[in-house]
Every structure is written in structure tokens, then in C-alpha cells.
């Protein structure tokens, strides 16, 4: 498990150093509120932001409360890193850390495209877990706006999960400049399958930002369940 993920760390690497990119920073896209970027690609050196979210579903047995503090840092023109701290209650269930870079733009500065590397080290069963995305914005005009991730690994806080692909593709809508409608999609495969469709509001206020949502989350082998999230945003 340590070599695997020595083996992707090193060729996520190659790929964030090894590929400069493009001078053109891109379009403004919102991120998701469920999976998290690490700062927009867009992101300038020198930006920090901390942030928290909280998820819970609303029946079945799994009521706990899932939250995660975190801190991303863009300590260059397109390139971010992360630290978070995963819990359940009160208890820590992982450390997670992350890297993403900006590759580029293209569609006339309409589109833009990176990578992504989180990595988990679980507390309470050792072992390391790597994942590995490229995501992918596009802007449709002043309103409308999408950003996709493909890529495999394991993001969950389910036992007994392995590896698989995972999508999260989100569709967004520009009310005004500081309120964005939103609907997230996120389906990862492997022992661990689920679902889950959020519906979320994401809403500025100065440099504090709040993202909320009521979605459902299906597990393998369960029905949908009601679920609710919750992001608060503060950027330094």
C-alpha cells in the first residue's frame, strides 16, 4: 500500500512539474460544494482560504456527523496545496493532504483543465489511499458554467472501500454576481459504489462564502437517502 502510493505521488509529480502551464489563466467557474477543489485553477500565488463541510444523512443507520476542516494555500499561479482533517463526531478518521495544478486553457480562454492528487492516511486502519483526477471547466456565457472530474481512487469514509473510478460532474447557474445555483453529481465505483445527487446554493458575502444542500446519497445495495451539506468559506 506505502509503494502505491509512493508510485502515484511520484507520477502525479512528473505531472505537475514536468508540464508548465499555459499563460492564459482561464474562466471563472464556481467549485463544487461536495468535492472540494483545491482553490479554482484560476487561482493566483499567494491566495489561502480555510474552510469546513459538514455532511450528515437524514435517515438510515448512518447518522453520524461527517465534517472536515481544511486550509488551501495557491503557492503559485495555478498550483495549490492542501491540508484537511477528516472527522466523524469527534472523532479523527484520516489525514488528508493535496496537490492540483492548472494545465491550461483552451476554447479561447473559455475552458480549463488540471490535475488533482489527494492523498489519505486512515487513522484507524493504517494504510495510504492515492486519487488521482483531471478536472475540466467550461464556461457557457455570463450564467452558465460546468466543472468535471474524472479519475480513480478512493474519496469516501465508507469501510471496507477500494479503489474505483470516480465522476463528479456539477452544472452551475450565475443568479447574480454573488449567488450561484448549482446541482452536483458524484458516482464512484468499486466496493464501495454510491450516488449522490446535491442540489446546492452557493451564496458571497464579502470574503465569507456559504454553500448549502439537500441532496440523496444511494449506497450499494441501499435506497436513496435524504442528505445534507453544508460549506462555510473564509478566504484570507
Do not use: C
Amino acid at each position: 500500500m506505502f509503494m502505491t502510493g509512493r508510485l502515484a505521488f511520484s507520477t502525479l509529480a512528473l505531472l505537475l512539474f514536468g508540464i508548465p502551464a499555459a499563460a492564459q489563466s482561464g474562466p471563472d467557474i464556481p467549485e463544487p460544494m461536495v468535492f472540494d477543489m483545491i482553490r479554482p485553477l484560476t487561482a493566483k500565488a499567494g491566495e489561502i482560504e480555510v474552510n469546513a463541510l459538514a455532511q450528515r444523512d437524514l435517515t438510515g443507520p448512518r447518522g453520524e456527523l461527517e465534517w472536515a476542516p481544511e486550509v488551501e494555500l495557491a503557492v503559485a499561479d495555478g498550483f495549490a496545496v492542501e491540508l484537511e482533517l477528516p472527522l466523524i463526531d469527534s472523532r479523527v478518521v484520516q489525514y488528508k493532504m493535496g496537490l492540483q495544478k492548472r494545465l491550461g486553457s483552451f476554447r479561447g480562454g473559455r475552458s480549463v483543465h488540471g490535475v488533482q492528487y489527494l492523498g489519505l492516511h486512515d487513522r484507524e486502519e493504517g494504510g495510504w489511499t492515492s486519487t488521482l483526477l483531471w478536472l475540466l471547466g467550461n464556461r457557457f456565457g455570463e450564467r452558465w458554467s460546468t466543472m468535471t472530474m474524472l479519475g480513480v481512487g478512493d474519496v469516501t469514509l465508507r469501510e471496507g472501500n477500494e479503489t474505483g473510478t470516480i465522476i463528479n460532474h456539477s452544472t452551475f447557474y450565475d443568479v447574480d454576481p454573488d449567488t450561484v445555483l448549482g446541482l452536483e453529481m458524484n458516482r464512484q465505483n468499486g466496493q464501495g459504489a454510491y450516488w449522490l445527487l446535491m442540489p446546492q446554493v452557493h451564496r458571497a458575502i464579502g470574503k465569507l462564502g456559504v454553500q448549502g444542500g439537500v441532496g440523496a446519497e444511494k449506497a450499494r445495495g441501499e435506497r436513496f437517502r435524504p442528505r445534507l451539506g453544508l460549506r462555510l468559506i473564509r478566504e484570507l
